[in-house]
Antibody, heavy 121, light 108 residues
Framework: QITLKESGPSLVKPTQTLTLTCSFS??????????VGWIRQPPGKALEWLAL???????RYNPSLKGRLIVAKDTSKDQVVLTVTNMDPVDTATYYC?????????????WGQGTLVTVSS | SYVLTQPPSLSVAPGKTARITCGGT??????VHWYQQKPGQAPLLVIS???DRPSGVPERFSGSNSGNTATLTITGVEAGDEADFYC???????????FGGGTKLTVL
């Protein structure tokens, strides 16, 4: 059974750095072709892809966030960490991590429950 | 950057067929995935690679993709199908993932 779960602060102040952890089970980032992605959803709005990290530590980022994202993995702990710098109220959203099920062109086939992050002073 | 366009909303009577479209330049050459999101829940993959149905997804859900439009079709719509639906592709030109703006399906 594949599960993912996001954890981190529910409230951050403007200009602060957000760090979220995705803890997963049922698959491994030691496996060739596997990746974990981050997707966010502002309240009442659409999904927005943020980042993707592959089993071989290759990484991809949404350029619209202009270098504010860092994604890293701890394969031995089955965790992926997303860092978002210089948080702003427009970054208020539910943040999801999801498994990317194979090589390029694959779907996000399993999702975490999401964690709501509010940016407010 | 690659853009996916979905109608914001669609209303269908119970028992009828819902067709949700996802438009993009030459989308027929890409793998399109569809997600269903009910209120307060995480998205759920309902169609992968244009027309593959993951285990557990009812046969009422099907997909097609050609030219500039991909379509998610739900036959015999039920009240429980009411949700937001999102399409998603991988854009090879930028090596980035792209989501559509979502379609809210209302069952009348």
């Amino acid at each position: 059974q594949i599960t993912l779960k996001e954890s981190g602060p529910s409230l951050v102040k403007p200009t602060q750095t957000l760090t979220l952890t995705c803890s997963f089970s049922g698959f491994s980032l030691y496996t060739s072709g596997v990746a974990v992605g981050w997707i966010r959803q502002p309240p009442g709005k659409a999904l927005e892809w943020l980042a993707l990290i592959y089993w071989d530590d290759d990484k991809r980022y949404n350029p619209s966030l202009k270098g504010r994202l860092i994604v890293a993995k701890d394969t031995s702990k089955d965790q992926v960490v997303l860092t978002v710098t210089n948080m702003d109220p427009v970054d208020t959203a539910t943040y999801y991590c999801a498994r990317y099920s194979g090589y390029s062109g694959s779907p996000f086939d399993h999702w975490g429950q999401g964690t709501l992050v509010t940016v407010s002073s | 950057s690659y853009v996916l366009t979905q109608p914001p909303s669609l209303s269908v009577a119970p028992g009828k067929t819902a067709r949700i479209t996802c438009g993009g330049t030459n989308i027929g050459g890409k793998n399109v995935h569809w997600y269903q999101q009910k209120p307060g829940q995480a998205p759920l993959l309902v169609i992968s690679r244009d027309s593959d149905r993951p285990s557990g997804v009812p046969e009422r859900f099907s997909g097609s993709n050609s030219g500039n439009t991909a379509t998610l079709t739900i036959t015999g719509v039920e009240a429980g199908d009411e949700a937001d639906f999102y399409c998603q592709v991988w854009d090879a030109a930028t090596d980035h993932q792209v989501f559509g703006g979502g379609t809210k399906l209302t069952v009348l």
